[in-house]
């Protein structure tokens, strides 16, 4: 095994050990040594860096990690951890993909652009910056998408870990599990904005505009996701393209959920304040493209 090898062998081997350790604190500093002593890049016996946190820090030796070159993220880490800051503060080194609810909307189409023009960079962040996320999560953007297994939120925006907060339910309903999760985003990550997207060909959408008689035949609870839908999509207008009528129904419900949401105090509170956007969002499969419903007219209850 080489040098680079054996250290990240011994990082694993103090995060297994982290984990089975008996009070939070134990588990918080351990994990902060082994983050400490992975960013030094030293070959380091777990039981020596845990009693020598600072000894191995003062004599820093770049390593290539086994998980790839260090990044510029991982040198400012290192530097953090030597001058000894605190948690907080090496949390906080993370440069924030967005700052405005305006910035968080265009990092959105940027990454879907990324995407559907099959440039995606799948942003997978390096192994010890995953590590010391362990320390806080900084999504930038909170999504209510469809469960659909066609739309998974992050590779649809090109976005990585700790980047998006998604909450997936079928038919992206804004209900009281799912509002409490985006409360949650909004008042405690600080999250700049709120996207309720749905779907091209949305199996919840096709369910809700079937006749009463044929939705009762389904199970109980998949009955109340088709009732939070059906209201926005029974008066959808006679038109006659099937594919454009399904469009316009999963619009209606995604306008009716955005409007919800809106209505969501904590989100009330937010938009008020400039924190916040919370916009509607249609993504295509066949294209891989989002469209955006930004705004009044866009998202205009009929
Ligand atoms: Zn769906």
Not at 65 to 80: C, F, I, S, Y
Not at 125 to 131: C, F, G, L, T
Not at 160 to 171: N, T
Request: include cysteine; glycine fraction near 6%.
């Amino acid at each position: 095994m080489d040098t680079t090898a054996a250290i990240y062998g011994r990082v694993g081997f103090a995060f297994r050990k982290a984990s089975m350790a008996s009070t939070s604190a134990d588990i918080t500093m351990t994990k902060i040594l082994a983050i400490a002593c992975v960013l030094t890049g030293l070959a380091w016996n777990t039981a020596a860096c845990a009693e020598e946190p600072a000894k191995k820090a003062a004599a820093p030796t770049p390593v290539a990690a086994a998980d790839g070159p260090l990044t510029e993220m991982d040198l400012k880490l290192r530097e953090a951890l030597v001058k000894g800051a605190s948690m907080e503060e090496i949390a906080k080194l993370k440069e924030p993909l967005a700052r405005t609810p305006q910035e968080a909307i265009h990092a959105l189409k940027s990454g879907n652009s990324r995407f559907f023009g099959g440039m995606a960079r799948r942003p997978e962040i390096s192994a010890n910056e995953r590590r010391a996320q362990i320390l806080q999560q900084t999504p930038f953007a909170v999504v209510l998408g469809c469960s659909d297994s066609r739309v998974p939120i992050e590779l649809v925006f090109d976005q990585g870990l700790g980047d998006i907060f998604a909450v997936r339910v079928a038919g992206q309903i804004v209900d009281p599990g799912t509002a409490g999760s985006f409360e949650y985003a909004v008042k405690h990550l600080k999250t700049k904005v709120l996207v309720i997207m749905g779907h091209e060909g949305c199996g919840a959408v096709k369910a809700a505009m079937l006749p009463a008689a044929e939705q009762k035949a389904e199970p109980e609870h998949v009955r109340y996701l088709l009732d939070q839908i059906t209201p926005a999509v029974t008066n959808i207008a006679n038109i006659r393209d099937p594919k454009a009528k399904m469009r316009e129904a999963v619009m209606a419900n995604i306008r009716k959920h955005v409007a919800l949401a809106k209505e969501n105090p904590v989100v009330k509170a937010a938009v008020a304040t400039n924190q916040l956007a919370v916009v509607g969002a249609f993504y295509e499969i066949s294209s891989g493209q989002v469209d955006f419903l930004e705004t009044e007219e866009e998202l205009r209850l009929n």
